[in-house]
């Protein structure tokens, strides 16, 4: 295990019981509809992968980046960013955005008025974690991976200050890790 990993939340089982669960899930709702998978990067980036491969079925995906939190900053501000948008129009499809997390809501919050205004035939949200205990916004997150407590995680995709995101599991940092910065 990495050495500035405190506790493994999430194990790399874990996460491939949790993806087969959710993709079943998908596949009922989404098969015969071509829907439009949408990836927020950077975080969701490993889960999306992964999502997509367990889903037999027709469909499209596509990437957008959108960003909250500033540089080393473990908490958002509230103010999300379009940093690159959709190739692919929204209008009329079957959107599922996909998140690595839902922390506040602040960012799916944000995506959901954004694709409404963009014309999507419906819109539902898959966040591989739900930290519930920060929630602002009150979005409704249509399918979740793993209820997490309150703790700032990296891995499969999670980073802090961009590093820790190729660790194949859910981690909790040492709390040295933060204060040495
Ligand atoms: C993180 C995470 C989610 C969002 C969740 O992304 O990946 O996208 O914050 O927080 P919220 O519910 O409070 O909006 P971040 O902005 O750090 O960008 P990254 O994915 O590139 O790390
Ligand atoms: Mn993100
Ligand atoms: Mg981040």
Do not use: W
């Not at 014309?119 to 205990?133: R, T």
């Amino acid at each position: 295990m990495n050495s500035d990993i405190k506790e493994v939340l999430v194990s790399e089982e874990e996460i491939n019981e949790t993806i087969q669960r959710l993709g079943k899930q998908l596949t009922e709702e989404y098969k015969g509809k071509n829907p439009l998978f949408v990836c927020i990067l950077r975080g969701a980036a490993m889960f999306m992968m992964d999502l997509v491969k367990s889903l037999d079925f027709k469909m499209e995906y596509d990437f957008m980046d959108v960003s909250s939190y500033g540089g080393e900053n473990t908490v958002t501000t509230g103010d999300v960013r379009i940093i690159k948008d959709l190739d692919t129009s929204v209008r009329d499809r079957d959107v599922v955005i996909v998140e690595d997390i839902i922390d506040t809501g602040y960012t799916l919050d944000r995506l959901v008025e954004l694709f409404e205004s963009r014309h999507a035939k419906s819109i539902k949200l898959v966040s591989f974690l739900d930290k519930p205990a920060r929630r602002i916004k009150h979005v409704k997150v249509d399918y979740i991976g793993v209820e997490i407590p309150d703790e700032f995680v990296v891995g499969y995709g999670m980073d802090y200050d961009e590093h820790y995101r190729n660790l194949p599991y859910v981690g909790v940092l040492k709390p040295e890790v933060y204060s040495t910065k």
